[in-house]
């Protein structure tokens, strides 16, 4: 994979986790005023994910890297977007699947996960880049996704 440079967020704790990985899949926006991207296309998006802890679970991890990967390629690779009507409703603008949503439902899954760790871990971050021109930074707000 290639090197990719994305910001990064200042946080005050001890561990930062990074976890890049790339996912190939379509979408569309429902609405005509989204001018081509209306139209069924492609895309292999490169992700990276910023988590922030102070305690490692039972394991020594912050999160397990393999567990994040799974968490979102397992779901959005060689898939529609559109099709996954939880994350994505078609009938709803502000969950179109924009790069600025899929980012922030990236956010909102791994906090789920990271909730469920009970180890206190955030998601800082999520950088998700579109295109070779094309990027969007999400961080949450302190305490949600």
Same mark, same amino acid.
Request: hydrophobic share 35%.
């Given at each position: 994979?290639? %090197?990719?440079?994305?910001?990064?967020?200042?946080?005050?704790?001890?561990?930062e986790?990074n976890?890049?990985f %790339?996912?190939?899949?379509?979408?569309?926006?429902p609405d005509?005023?989204?001018?081509?991207?209306?139209?069924?296309?492609?895309?292999?998006?490169?992700?990276?994910?910023?988590?922030?802890?102070?305690?490692?679970?039972?394991?020594?991890?912050?999160?397990?890297?393999?567990?994040?990967k799974?968490?979102?390629?397992g779901?959005?690779?060689?898939?529609?977007?559109?099709?996954?009507?939880?994350?994505?409703?078609?009938d709803?603008?502000?969950r179109?699947?924009?790069?600025?949503n899929?980012?922030?439902?990236?956010?909102?899954?791994?906090?789920?996960?990271?909730?469920?760790?009970g180890?206190?871990?955030?998601?800082?971050?999520?950088?998700?880049?579109?295109?070779?021109?094309?990027?969007?930074?999400y961080?949450?707000?302190?305490g949600?996704p």
């Open positions: 994979m290639i %090197q990719q440079i994305y910001s990064s967020v200042p946080h005050h704790y001890r561990y986790l976890k890049d %790339q996912f190939a899949a379509a979408h569309f926006i005509e005023a989204a001018g081509h991207c209306a139209r069924l296309h492609g895309h292999t998006y490169f992700c990276n994910i910023t988590i922030g802890g102070d305690e490692l679970d039972r394991t020594g991890f912050l999160a397990n890297f393999s567990e994040i799974k968490l979102i390629h779901r959005f690779d060689h898939s529609s977007l559109n099709e996954h009507l939880e994350l994505f409703p078609g709803v603008p502000e179109y699947p924009t790069t600025e899929v980012a922030r439902t990236i956010a909102e899954l791994v906090q789920a996960y990271l909730d469920g760790k180890n206190g871990a955030v998601c800082l971050q999520v950088f998700l880049r579109e295109t070779p021109t094309s990027y969007v930074v961080r949450p707000k302190a949600r």
